[in-house]
Structure formats: C-alpha cells, structure tokens
C-alpha cells in the first residue's frame, strides 16, 4: 500500500486529470472484457506495461505486481481447464491420479485461457489506475461524477485506516517478536491470536475517537479537501484512441485466424 501510494504522487501523470487516465483505463478494462480473445488480453497488458513505464512506475514493481496477480489467476482457472472424476472420462488428455481421474479438452483450456487473459487485462488496466492517480484525485473525480457522498467518506476513512492499522500491526508485530513471541509453531499461533484481537480493539477504539473528532470539529455529513489544480494533456487521448483501435484489430485478426 505504501509503494502504490508512493508511486501514484511521484509519477510523471500525476497532474494530468484523473478523469482522462480513468477514461483510458475504463475503455481499456471494457474493450477487455467486450471482445474477450487471449490476443486482446496480452495486448492490453502489454499496453498497461508501456504506459506505466512511460510514467515512471519501475519495470521491478510493475513485474512483481503482474506476477502475483497471474499466479493468483492461474490457480483460479485451473478449476475450470482441468475437470475431476472417478470414471474415464472422454477428453483429450487424461491421466489417473489413485482412483480418480484429471482430464482436460480443448474447448476447456481455452475456456481457462481467455479467462485468465481477460482478468489479468482488467487487472493491469487498474494497476495503472492505481499506480499514477492517488486516491484524493480519485475522491475528487468521484465527486465530480456525483457519487453519493456518504459512499465517498466511507472510502476515504477506510484507506485511511488501511495505513493506520498497517503501522499498528507492525508495531505490536515487531514488540511480539522481541519477546520471543514467535519462537515455535505453538507460540506463533498464541501470539497472533493476540495480535488480531488486540488489532480489533484497537481499531474500534480509533474508530470511537475518530467519530468524536468529527463531530467535534462540525462533520455534518461531507469531508472537505482542498481542491487540486490538474492539466488536461491531449497526448493521453491520442493514446487511448491508439489503444482501442489495436484492440480492436487485433481481435478482427483473431477471430479472422480462428485464435
């Protein structure tokens, strides 16, 4: 969370309004998802890729974040392009496993295929969201798109709290450590024990002061932020329509080949 955060207010885009790069990652994550071919999935990742790279977002970061996402999808689809069963089953490949049966087809594994294509697609699309906008911007977008504000503040207070609660568990983690807290299995189950019920106390009790902190101070259902001055830059459409237009042909060119 701290990298993300660190990223989206160092990048090169940072001033750029936060409706353009929604809008392109918008168009990208639909494109994704409308045309749904495993070409178009690479490309739009391979889209994100460059993008980001051009707003200074390190290749380390970007190839750490993509190759969790992956592994989690992989494991996912895997449900889906390989089946179980305790008879033989009519499929192109087949193996026994003890009395059970793995077989997978065709029609399966591309079915998995354009699956993890298609979310890992989305999920670097909201991975450039994420890694040039920081969540203010966001806020304010949100705001000028009408979103109820009570959905708004939730937002707010609950990223807030992300990072707050982030530290007070490093701290009690690193306090736990130092007094031999995780020395075996059996101690380590103990302590974490602790450490998540003491987490949940203490983030009710941040909670009850933050409440009354608010109304202290006159919340009356909207919190204010000092608005932020961005550049409308006419090179962020040029490369959107770019990009939905290679989307687009590259998806008649699968479907011309039969991919």
Same mark, same amino acid.
């Given at each position: 969370m701290h990298l993300i955060d660190r990223y989206a207010y160092t990048n090169r885009l940072r001033s750029v309004d936060p409706a353009q790069k929604f809008?392109?990652?918008?168009?990208?994550?639909?494109?994704?998802?409308i045309l749904d071919r495993p070409l178009v999935g690479a490309l739009v990742v391979a889209w994100m890729w460059?993008?980001?790279?051009?707003?200074g977002v390190p290749k380390r970061v970007l190839g750490h974040t993509l190759l969790a996402? /992956? !592994?989690? *999808? %992989?494991?996912?689809?895997?449900?889906?392009?390989?089946?179980? +069963?305790s008879a033989p089953p009519q499929a192109e490949w087949q193996t026994p496993l003890g009395s059970l049966w793995l077989s997978a087809s065709q029609s399966s594994v591309d079915t998995a295929l354009r699956l993890l294509t298609r979310a890992l697609g989305g999920a670097a699309a909201m991975n450039w969201l994420a890694l040039t906008t920081p969540l203010i911007d966001l806020i304010d977008l949100l705001?000028?798109?009408r979103v109820p504000l009570v959905l708004i503040d939730l937002m707010t207070l609950i990223y807030r709290?992300?990072?707050?609660?982030?530290?007070?568990?490093?701290?009690?983690?690193?306090?736990?450590?130092?007094?031999?807290g995780y020395v075996?299995?059996?101690?380590?189950?103990?302590? /974490? !024990?602790? *450490? %998540?019920s003491r987490l949940f106390i203490e983030t009710y009790?941040? +909670?009850?002061?933050?409440?009354?902190?608010?109304?202290?101070?006159?919340?009356?259902?909207d919190l204010r932020v000092l608005p932020h001055t961005y550049r409308t830059w006419p090179g962020?459409?040029?490369?959107?329509?770019?990009m939905a237009s290679s989307l687009i042909a590259i998806s008649l060119i699968a479907i011309r080949v039969g991919l």
């Open positions: 809008a392109l990652a918008l168009t990208a994550l639909l494109l994704c998802l460059g993008l980001s790279i051009f707003a996402e /992956a !592994a989690f *999808l %992989a494991l996912a689809v895997i449900g889906v392009a390989v089946s179980v +069963s705001r000028r798109l709290f992300i990072f707050t609660l982030l530290d007070s568990l490093d701290r009690m983690r690193v306090a736990q450590d130092n007094r031999l075996n299995f059996r101690r380590g189950l103990h302590s /974490a !024990a602790q *450490l %998540a009790l941040r +909670s009850r002061r933050l409440q009354v902190a608010l109304e202290g101070r006159g919340y009356a259902g962020l459409y040029a490369l959107g329509v770019t």
